[in-house]
């Protein structure tokens, strides 16, 4: 057998329906196989199988379930579902949850399930081939924007300078020219450390694992710890839960989330509070703040690219830090919604979804 035969991980509890992939798939693949949910998950983050075939019925838990484990765990490692007899609905509830593709176990043959393995290991090619444009699109813009931000600071720096050095022999239009070149020099410097980070979101394969959002926020809090004391800000944090994602996204997400509620608070200091609560299977955090609020006619595209917050005249809000939360939260399986009207603050509510206790315990252990 060539060396280069691709490895496939087999989740299935039905002897019968084992023994049949085993002689559909002997000479062409190198087959593998576990009869539960909780080990299949298991056996990916162990041995990374080139692609995965999950049964749509399983003894511990729900086949659906396992699927998100999975392609939140690997987005690299294709699943494809063996729907049993009457399970059709469960496999394009699948198909949308992101498996690549599912074949009936009821009319199995050599073909059909062979070109399902197939079309999922060139769909799990292509994307790796995307994610690797992504990193390069991410170096080239990290280039590109550390020798702006030099010329920025640089313009920053030199407008300063000659305002301080010719104080004397400028008239008020002359002095207020630098003052403007000066200040849009620096929020342009600022910008692009913003445009960075939201190209750099999910450029890199996501370490996923167990994160206590009590250490996320304590993070946070220690990295606005200035912007707080400057606003005499007041934080409420609630116990908050322990959620299945990737650490530096969530802090990213967080600081996105408290820094606007900070820095967009309306005549008195920013008051704000964390808060969470379980439904329906998912974590949705809430963060309300007493601030200036959003027009119910924006809330609809607030969390698209380069859509400002709108703060009035002073404001230098550039939107992608609610555009890259929204990523963030997208890459997490999750949803983020806004509330608010002008001036009587907002509310962002985000959901992760949280793999059931079965899934958990397991994770727990390794």
């Not at 002897?15 to 949910?37: N, W």
Request: proline share 4%.
């Amino acid at each position: 057998m060539s060396e280069k035969s691709p490895r496939v991980l087999l989740i299935d509890d039905d002897l019968v329906d084992c023994e049949v992939a085993r002689r559909l798939l002997r000479g062409g693949y190198l087959l593998s196989e576990t009869p539960t949910g909780i080990q299949g998950v298991e056996a990916v983050s162990s041995t990374r199988p080139d692609c995965v075939l999950l049964s749509t019925r399983l003894p511990d838990t729900d086949a659906l379930e396992v699927l998100d484990q999975i392609v939140r765990q690997s987005r690299v490692v294709p699943v494809v579902l063996m729907a049993e007899a009457g399970d059709e609905e469960i496999a394009e509830r699948g198909m949308a949850g992101g498996a690549s593709g599912f074949v009936s176990k009821v009319s199995l043959t050599v073909h059909n399930l062979r070109a399902a393995i197939e079309l999922a290991l060139r769909a799990a090619s292509l994307q790796r081939d995307l994610e690797n444009a992504r990193r390069e699109l991410g170096l080239i813009t990290g280039n590109l924007t550390k020798e702006l931000r030099s010329s920025l600071q640089h313009i920053a720096e030199s407008s300063h300078e000659l305002r301080t050095r010719l104080a004397s022999h400028l008239d008020d239009r002359s002095a207020a020219d630098l003052a403007f070149i000066q200040e849009r020099a620096l929020e342009m410097s600022a910008g692009m450390d913003d445009l960075v980070e939201y190209t750099l979101v999910g450029t890199a394969v996501s370490s996923a694992g167990w994160v206590d959002l009590n250490e996320v926020i304590r993070q946070v809090l220690d990295k606005l710890d200035e912007a707080v004391r400057q606003t005499s800000a007041c934080i409420e944090v609630e116990p908050l839960p322990m959620v299945w994602g990737d650490t530096p996204s969530l802090i990213r997400l967080l600081m996105n989330l408290l820094s606007n509620s900070i820095k967009f608070h309306g005549h008195g200091s920013p008051v704000v509070r964390v808060s969470s609560h379980l439904k329906d299977g998912e974590w949705e955090i809430s963060i309300q703040d007493n601030g200036i609020g959003i027009d119910p006619g924006r809330q609809s595209t607030i969390f698209r690219p380069l859509d400002p917050i709108d703060a009035g005249p002073s404001s230098d809000g550039r939107g992608l830090g609610l555009a890259t939360s929204a990523r963030i939260v997208e890459q997490h399986g999750g949803r983020i919604r806004v509330f608010s009207n002008p001036g009587a603050g907002s509310i962002f509510r985000f959901t992760l979804r949280t793999p059931p206790e079965g899934l958990r315990a397991a994770s727990d252990r390794r």
